[in-house]
């Protein structure tokens, strides 16, 4: 029933772009993409710090949750980047996964999106910037951690490797070739090296679109849902019940790609670092 009366007011697709409506001045740089996200990083602030404030030896309610939460994260990386890197990445890791999902879940709260300025129109009000809107829906947003992570990766690489290893990586004869044969495949690892550089460019971009293209999406879908009854031009009590009862089955998918996608976005860093700081013995 919250959803019901939000259909009136919600655009007939979601945004594409973060607004400036809520900074004046020197915060013009406020939107409200970024006004989503402060909330969010208060509400996980919050919330751990909560769980902390009181250890206890034998944990309950929410310090147990958050030591489920961070034990599990961390079991599951340290199997994947190693234990030569998790005390080094985990904190970015597991940050990013708890960051994305409480962004991709707070999406899906009634009033994000439906709420802010707009005009009236023979149907009702349209809201045209709304005062919410999903961070990670923002390209901006997704690129900006995705880029974080990278300029990490590569510090830490170089940390662990060497110039010169990451180097060998990249354009080295492989496989334990020597001799006669090592140089004659040279010009073929280099140009393998070469496309590899070109595939480690496009890493930013592909983590941002994925998660940015998933959650805007979804955005549109629940939009599309909830004012279905109302485009297709149905009797206002009919639009009603349908702005109720469609978009339920599409809130429990969104709540399923939610954590899906924080879940990939994390794991595809993980990957990318256990592949660039695997030593050669180990990967023997």
């Known amino acids: 029933m919250l959803f019901a009366p939000i259909a009136a007011s919600l655009p007939l697709y979601a945004p594409r772009f973060a607004e400036s409506e809520l900074g004046v001045g020197y915060l013009e740089w406020l939107t409200n993409s970024i006004f989503v996200a402060a909330i969010c990083s208060l509400v996980v602030i919050g919330l751990a710090r909560n769980a902390t404030r009181q250890l206890a030896l034998v944990p309950g309610g929410s310090q ?30 597991a940050t990013l996964f708890i960051y994305i999902l409480v962004n991709n879940w707070f999406a899906l709260f009634p009033g994000v999106g439906s709420l802010g300025w707009g005009k009236e129109t023979p149907t009702g009000f349209d809201v045209t910037v709304p005062l919410l809107r999903p961070t990670t829906a923002d390209l901006n947003a997704t690129l900006a951690m995705a880029l974080v992570f990278m300029v990490l990766w590569l510090v830490w690489t170089i940390q662990e490797v060497g110039v010169g290893g990451f180097l060998n990586h990249l354009f080295g004869v ?20 070469l496309i590899e550089v070109v595939s480690i460019l496009f890493r930013p971009v592909s983590l941002s679109l994925r998660l940015f293209g998933n959650v805007f999406a979804g955005e549109n879908l629940l939009t599309t849902m909830i004012t279905l009854g109302k485009t297709l031009g149905f009797p206002e009590w009919v639009a ?8 339920v089955p599409f809130y429990f998918l969104e709540l399923l790609v939610g954590i899906l996608q924080a879940t990939v976005f994390m794991l595809l860093c993980a990957v990318y670092l256990q592949l660039s700081t695997t030593h050669d013995e180990e990967g023997h």
């Open 64 to 93: 147990n949750f958050f030591e489920l939460l961070v034990e599990g994260l961390y079991d599951m990386l340290e199997g994947i980047v190693g234990r030569h890197m998790i005390k080094k990445s985990f904190g970015l890791l």
């Open 174 to 193: 492989k496989g334990g070739l020597k001799g006669l044969m090592a140089v004659a495949l040279m010009p073929v690892f280099f140009i393998v090296g």
């Open 240 to 247: 009603y019940i349908a702005s109720i009862t469609l978009p």
